[in-house]
């Protein structure tokens, strides 16, 4: 059915009742309209802004004009089998911008790409060297809240008139550098990107760099950087498969692409098969690669270290992130490098070991300190606590899961009253939403509501939220076909034959709404909501003491399970919200949870 005909609205299925399904209504003709007209006018929050803060958001609605479109992702698929053609263009962008790939020599590039984690291995790498009285440059993506957050200094985000200054300072250059014969003057939003932060770093005089993949490696435009101090590789697994393939085998060639000749490169355990294609890739190219030691291997004979970032999976980022912290200080000739533990290196699968050292008291200070919002992260806020994970991969997921049972287990429980568990949930791209909802159903929710990554019904007065690439109509039906697949999960799961009911954590409770009735019978109730203020609303019910936006929308509780669930929501003595699928998402509830960030 075309999406301009037919429109569902909210699903349901209540705790209350028994074998009830996952509904799915229409969506009256007038409140489309209505919601469409919401959608393509300013809200209240796009009041005229002060001269200083109108020039950052010229600035990043002019970025925003040069966001990737489905046509341009066509040819990047088309042209991935000729990497040269990609880094030879990002290469004349930098020429034009006034700078040549030897220029990036000068900033001591620490280069990370991986599936999963190489955000949090960079957070730590950056805090762990910045402990040592270094000035550090941190380029990463996506930003959860401002773009700006994608370019820090000394781990913090460059201030508003520092990123206008360069933005325009780049665009302009480019403008003028244009060559008349090419119809394309621009390059893409993180090809832009990208090349602020080398100017940024340079300009700022930093004395090294961590550098973040974009997607994959080989063909990544941060791969026109052709002397990093050294390389790291974290977890793989299957994302981006229209980009870098269907098999992890695949994905650890597009990764391995990365490695440069006689530049020291460290990876953490990975399966057999990729970890071979990692170390033929570097054997080809003579890039000495070192598999990473357990954390376990380098707390021997002295006390645990206390990571920053919550989650048994930041142990093998922490400990990535040691061995490239230590690679790039004995390059340097730094001093205080650990003791070594172990004299002779040792080989594990046709691989070297990393070394195993003593930890310094600025290494556990870094990893202790490290901060990196999104992930992992709980606030708690009254009777809601709020779990931010940006798990977007099958394996993410399954890490974020055990976190969350594992978080629910150690936190404090009420004296009476009931607690409820909700799920708010997206996923965008080529991702498999439906194996991602599978490895969430172990948590048993009490509720499961998925919204877009809009922030606000409008996003007018929002341009570090704005997002050109999907239309209306494609997010909200995708929300949708998340409701229509948590509802078959639900059946399914009601069918001993097709589905044995999940396992609790040693010691953990069921959520209470499902005392009354074995596991196996359970349907979660689900909604949808147009954007991510309403489905906060909703939650909340007024109960977080930080979020207090205005009165609700009109129709908030019209729907009967949005009206039952709002009066369970105001007696439950504790609410359990777990936001993950999507780093997206998680950047637009922290905006709302956390309005400093918009500062």
């Not at 955000?119 to 993506?141: D, N």
């Not at 930003?143 to 360069?166: A, C, D, M, W, Y």
């Not at 870098?244 to 020291?264: C, H, M, N, S, Y």
Request: charged content about 20%.
């Amino acid at each position: 059915m075309r999406a301009d005909t037919y429109q569902p609205r909210w699903g349901a299925g209540s705790p209350g009742m028994k074998g009830a399904r996952s509904l799915v209504t229409l969506w009256p003709a007038a409140e489309k309209v209505w919601w469409r007209a919401a959608m393509e006018r300013p809200g209240p929050s796009a009041s005229p802004l002060s001269a200083k803060t109108a020039s950052f958001q010229d600035a990043v609605r002019t970025l925003n004009t040069l966001q990737t479109n489905a046509g341009y992702l066509e040819q990047v698929k088309r042209q991935r089998g000729d990497p040269q053609t990609q880094l030879e263009a990002m290469k004349l962008y930098l020429a034009r911008s006034g700078l040549q790939v030897e220029d990036l020599d000068q900033l001591n590039i620490i280069h990370v790409t991986g599936t999963k984690g190489k955000g949090s291995t960079c957070a730590f790498t950056e805090r762990v060297l910045r402990s040592y009285g270094l000035k550090t440059g941190f380029f990463s993506s996506p930003h959860l809240v401002q773009v700006r957050e994608r370019i820090r200094i000394n781990g913090q985000p460059i201030s508003p008139e520092l990123f206008t200054k360069h933005f325009w300072h780049l665009y302009h250059r480019l403008e003028e550098t244009k060559d008349s014969s090419s119809c394309v003057s621009m390059p893409a939003y993180f090809r832009f990107l990208t090349l602020m932060a080398f100017h940024i770093f340079l300009q700022e005089k930093v004395d090294l760099a961590v550098v973040e993949v974009g997607i994959g490696g080989a063909y990544d435009c941060t791969n026109i950087i052709r002397k990093p101090v050294v390389c790291g590789v974290s977890s793989l697994g299957i994302d981006h498969t229209s980009l870098l393939g269907d098999t992890v085998e695949e994905i650890a060639w597009q990764k391995g692409g990365i490695f440069k000749r006689g530049v020291p490169a460290f990876t953490v355990l990975q399966p057999d098969g990729p970890l071979a294609v990692l170390r033929d890739r570097a054997q080809q190219i003579s890039c000495p690669l070192y598999l990473c030691p357990p954390l376990e291997a380098l707390e021997e004979g002295g006390p645990p270290l206390t990571l920053g970032l919550d989650g048994e999976h930041q142990r093998f980022n922490a400990a990535l992130a040691l061995q490239l912290a230590r690679c790039w200080l004995q390059e340097k000739g730094h001093q205080g490098l650990g003791e070594l533990k172990v004299s002779r290196p040792g080989v594990l699968r046709h691989m070297p070991l990393a070394p195993v050292f003593q930890p310094t008291p600025h290494m556990r200070h870094g990893l202790r300190d490290t901060e990196w919002l999104g992930r992992t992260q709980v606030l708690r806020r009254g009777p809601l606590t709020w779990y931010l994970d940006g798990a977007h991969t099958a394996s993410s997921v399954q890490a974020c899961v055990r976190w969350f049972r594992q978080a629910l287990l150690r936190g404090h429980r009420p004296g009476r009253g009931p607690e409820v568990r909700i799920l708010l949930f997206n996923s965008t791209g080529d991702r498999d939403s439906a194996a991602l909802l599978k490895l969430l159903r172990p948590c048993q929710f009490d509720y499961a509501v998925f919204c877009p990554n809009l922030t606000e019904v409008s996003c007018a007065g929002n341009a570090d939220q704005q997002n050109f690439m999907v239309t209306l109509d494609q997010v909200l039906l995708r929300c949708f076909a998340h409701q229509q697949y948590w509802s078959h999960l639900a059946e399914a799961q009601a069918s001993p034959d097709l589905w044995s009911p999940p396992s609790p954590e040693p010691g953990e409770p069921t959520s209470s709404l499902l005392a009354s009735h074995p596991p196996c019978t359970h349907s979660t109730s689900s909604l949808v909501f147009s954007c991510i203020s309403h489905a906060l609303q909703w939650i909340s019910q007024g109960r977080d003491p930080v979020f207090q936006p205005p009165s609700p929308p009109q129709g908030l509780l019209a729907h009967p399970v949005a009206g039952s669930g709002a009066g369970v929501l105001r007696e439950a003595a504790a609410i359990h919200v777990l936001v993950t699928g999507s780093l997206h998402l998680v950047g637009g509830v922290l905006k709302l949870l956390e309005p400093a960030l918009s500062q």
